[in-house]
């Protein structure tokens, strides 16, 4: 029939063919690619988790790229400070070291968006602040008030991020507090598929622009920042971050959009719940925790309990306890978790 046909119809077989051909490609490379979305809410290690996927499956971060994160690291340094400062006000607690009311003043002079390097002076400020007792006494009421989870990591190392020719190291970089603004995907080839990671920003003011990615999203990896049972919200000082992300979680995991997606829960920040736990007993805050004062093991799993309560039998729920700033953790984790999609993918198409 072919020799039949005249040589616009051939020409129109032709380009019908090449579309075909290319429909195929898309439908093949699709299947390729898995969609994974990172929701939770702000400050529970989304985006730390993608900077570990960088470095773990990824092209890390070079010197160059290291470099780069200089100015945020003195960002933070000048945040958390600030942020402390605010607080010894708020609570009424006086400096404990005579001139440090100067040096605070000193300090505030400092546009945290702009820093680019600490000087000298600046630098003996802000040791000495560090140094305060009173400010050490803030630092142990930090529930009371919002500080970086990253504070004390940066204002104990100051002499080293302050030296000659200083670029930040892999953690300085993982522990850098920005928050995620829109949306942010990273993509990275783990044979035989393709992993596509979308981060989105967590604060409520964020969440409007989530339903943007809703669509194909092969799992939902949900975190959780076990430390914040304790801890209220930026957005709103008189709710527990804890109920908002067990609120923010049930909301997901109902959503029509996800019935066909895996959900992944990670349980993040376990080396901070550890150090908390020890002061801070969870049944002042979750009174139906039955578990002893400083037990991190039972805290842990009421907590796990609390999210799997709220779901239903028909939905499966894969929960880890996770560190996002500890990469042999991430690396091991996630390896799990790739193995776990992958087999739900391929039943999905029904190959195996």
């Not at 075909?20 to 979305?37: G, I, P, V």
Request: charged share 25%.
């Amino acid at each position: 029939m072919a020799c039949c046909l005249t040589e616009e119809q051939r020409e129109q077989r032709r380009i019908s063919q090449a579309i075909e051909k290319e429909l195929r490609k898309d439908r093949r490379a699709a299947r390729r690619e898995l969609k994974l979305l990172l929701l939770g809410t702000g400050e529970s290690g989304k985006s730390t988790f993608v900077k570990q996927m960088r470095i773990i499956h990824g092209a890390g971060y070079t010197d160059s790229d290291r470099a780069g994160f200089k100015s945020l690291v003195y960002s933070n340094v000048y945040t958390a400070m600030g942020q402390l400062m605010g607080a010894m006000n708020d609570l009424q607690i006086v400096y404990k070291i005579s001139g440090n009311t100067g040096n605070a003043e000193l300090v505030k002079c400092v546009n945290r968006e702009t820093v680019e390097s600490i000087s000298s002076d600046q630098l003996k400020a802000l040791k000495c602040l560090w140094e305060d007792e009173g400010i050490r006494e803030c630092y142990e009421r930090r529930r009371e008030f919002q500080l970086s989870d990253s504070a004390k990591y940066y204002l104990d190392a100051l002499d080293r991020l302050t030296a000659p020719n200083y670029i930040p190291n892999l953690q300085d970089v993982l522990r850098v507090r920005v928050p995620t603004t829109g949306i942010v995907e990273y993509t990275f080839n783990l044979p035989p598929v393709i992993f596509r990671m979308v981060d989105v920003g967590g604060q409520r003011s964020e969440r409007r622009k989530w339903i943007h990615c809703f669509e194909n999203v092969t799992s939902i990896m949900f975190l959780v920042a076990l430390s914040e049972y304790d801890q209220v919200l930026y957005e709103a000082e008189t709710e527990n971050r804890m109920e908002e992300s067990k609120a923010l979680f049930k909301t997901i995991i109902n959503y029509p959009w996800f019935q066909q997606s895996s959900i992944m829960l990670f349980l993040n920040k376990i080396d901070l719940l550890e150090e908390k736990i020890q002061k801070s007993h969870l049944a002042d805050y979750f009174p139906s925790f039955q578990g002893a004062k400083g037990d991190a093991e039972a805290a842990k799993q009421f907590i796990l309990s609390m999210f799997a309560e709220l779901t239903d039998d028909s939905k499966t729920i894969y929960p880890h306890f996770t560190c996002a700033t500890d990469t042999e953790n991430i690396r091991f984790v996630f390896s799990v978790v790739k193995d776990t999609i992958l087999q739900l993918h391929l039943k999905e198409y029904n190959l195996v």
